[in-house]
Each structure stands twice: as C-alpha cells, then as structure tokens.
C-alpha cells in the first residue's frame, strides 16, 4: 500500500487569496476526511466524503469545501484566506466507510502559512 | 469548550517502565475512543481504540483503560521502549458509525529516557 499522499507539502498564500490543497488515497479508500490542526492543539475535524457526497461537517463555514474524485483522490479549497487559517491541514481516508473510525489513515499534511 | 482534554503537555519516562497516559472528556454523547501516535512530520498513527460498552482493551504492550462515569480514559505502555516517543492524541467520537468526525485533545509528548 503507498498510503496517503498529500500535496503540497508547504505553501504560503496572503490574506484573502483562494488555496486548494491536494490528497491521494489508497485504491478501494472511499471515505476521506480532512482536518486542521492549529499550533498547539489537535486536529479539528473540517468535513467528510463518502463516495463523493460530503456526509459530515465540524465547525468550519462554507469558504472551506471539498471534493472527493471517483480515483481515489481529494481536495480541500478554502476561500477568502484569514491569518488564522494557517495551519497544519491533515487529510484521513479508509476502505471500511465512515463507520469504522479505527480505520483511517492519514497523510502527513500541508503546512499553509497566510500573511 | 475542549470536549477532549489532555492536561499534561509532556511525560517524561524512564526506558523500561509504564508510561500512563490519561485523557479526560465533557461529552458524555461521545461512545468510541481512540489514541493516536504522531512523529513529527508525519500524520497521526492508529494505536489502540475502547468502545463505551468495554472498560478496557489490550494489544501486545498497550492497553487503554475507560471510566465512563468518570469521563476518563488512559493508555498504559509496559515496558516503554524508546520508539515510543512520540505525541499522543487521544481522540473520540459521538456516534458509532456517524458521518462525525473525530474531536482530538490537544496531545502528550512522551520522551521515553534511556
């Protein structure tokens, strides 16, 4: 298994510019979920795909969405960039569906600096 | 409002000894726990998942221990080997098979000492 693949590993955007961040799952992963993880605390979950529908979303407003691709892959778009956006972006998948939490397997993320 | 807290920033342990690692939780909603070992630069790592109807769950040297009415869980490591330094995220979540999430603390870093 390659596992999960995201791109870029670094990037810094100003204020207000769009960004897309970028995740490549395994073969047969058809659950992807993405998170932000702030300096100093954990990851907060952001939204989940499952078969291309999002089916769950944490606390983050419509400038943050997503898309999952019928290829396994995945991309996590955030408009209007704010200073506090910055952040480690962390992308999960897994082949069991959303029902198995166990069984996610997560990239080792973007680090998105906006100034 | 943390729904998941880890109080303790960092453990330090001594190599061969238990590391204990404790987690304390508000959402009595939440039914499924998990901790998770991050290197750095790397993503997190599954360790080792407790379901609200067991109070405990073993595999191989760690072994997580759940007190629902205590909104309190811990990962115990025996013996701690130097591998094992790392970030601990304890993790949980509100519905067995939900479309939730994961609400994570905010991690323990544990230095295993030689």
Redesign the interface.
């Given at each position: 298994e390659t596992g999960?693949t995201q791109s870029p590993t670094h990037l810094i955007k100003t204020r207000g510019q769009q960004v897309t961040l970028r995740c490549s799952s395994q073969s047969g992963h058809n659950t992807v979920?993405w998170?932000q993880q702030a300096l100093?605390?954990?990851?907060?979950?952001?939204?989940?795909y499952?078969r291309e529908e999002e089916?769950?979303r944490?606390n983050f407003p419509p400038r943050f969405s997503g898309l999952q691709f019928p290829n396994y892959s995945s991309e996590l778009n955030v408009n209007a960039l704010e200073l506090d956006d910055s952040a480690l972006y962390?992308c999960?998948s897994s082949r069991s569906g959303?029902?198995e939490?166990?069984?996610?397997?997560?990239?080792?993320?973007t680090r998105l600096t906006v100034v | 409002d943390q729904q998941v807290k880890q109080n303790s920033p960092s453990l330090s342990v001594q190599e061969g000894r238990i590391s204990i690692l404790n987690c304390d939780y508000t959402n009595s909603m939440f039914d499924y726990f998990l901790w998770y070992k991050k290197y750095p630069a790397e993503g997190p790592t599954f360790l080792i998942s407790i379901s609200s109807i067991k109070d405990k769950n073993e595999d191989g040297r760690f072994t997580v221990f759940l007190n629902k009415s205590a909104k309190h869980l811990s990962l115990h490591i025996v013996p701690s080997q130097p591998g094992d330094s790392a970030v601990y995220f304890c993790a949980a979540s509100a519905t067995w098979g939900g479309a939730d999430g994961l609400t994570f603390g905010k991690g323990t870093h544990l230095i295993i000492q030689p």
């Amino acid at each position: 298994e390659t596992g999960v693949t995201q791109s870029p590993t670094h990037l810094i955007k100003t204020r207000g510019q769009q960004v897309t961040l970028r995740c490549s799952s395994q073969s047969g992963h058809n659950t992807v979920s993405w998170y932000q993880q702030a300096l100093g605390q954990g990851p907060q979950f952001i939204f989940q795909y499952y078969r291309e529908e999002e089916n769950g979303r944490g606390n983050f407003p419509p400038r943050f969405s997503g898309l999952q691709f019928p290829n396994y892959s995945s991309e996590l778009n955030v408009n209007a960039l704010e200073l506090d956006d910055s952040a480690l972006y962390l992308c999960a998948s897994s082949r069991s569906g959303p029902r198995e939490k166990s069984g996610y397997t997560f990239g080792s993320g973007t680090r998105l600096t906006v100034v | 409002d943390q729904q998941v807290k880890q109080n303790s920033p960092s453990l330090s342990v001594q190599e061969g000894r238990i590391s204990i690692l404790n987690c304390d939780y508000t959402n009595s909603m939440f039914d499924y726990f998990l901790w998770y070992k991050k290197y750095p630069a790397e993503g997190p790592t599954f360790l080792i998942s407790i379901s609200s109807i067991k109070d405990k769950n073993e595999d191989g040297r760690f072994t997580v221990f759940l007190n629902k009415s205590a909104k309190h869980l811990s990962l115990h490591i025996v013996p701690s080997q130097p591998g094992d330094s790392a970030v601990y995220f304890c993790a949980a979540s509100a519905t067995w098979g939900g479309a939730d999430g994961l609400t994570f603390g905010k991690g323990t870093h544990l230095i295993i000492q030689p």
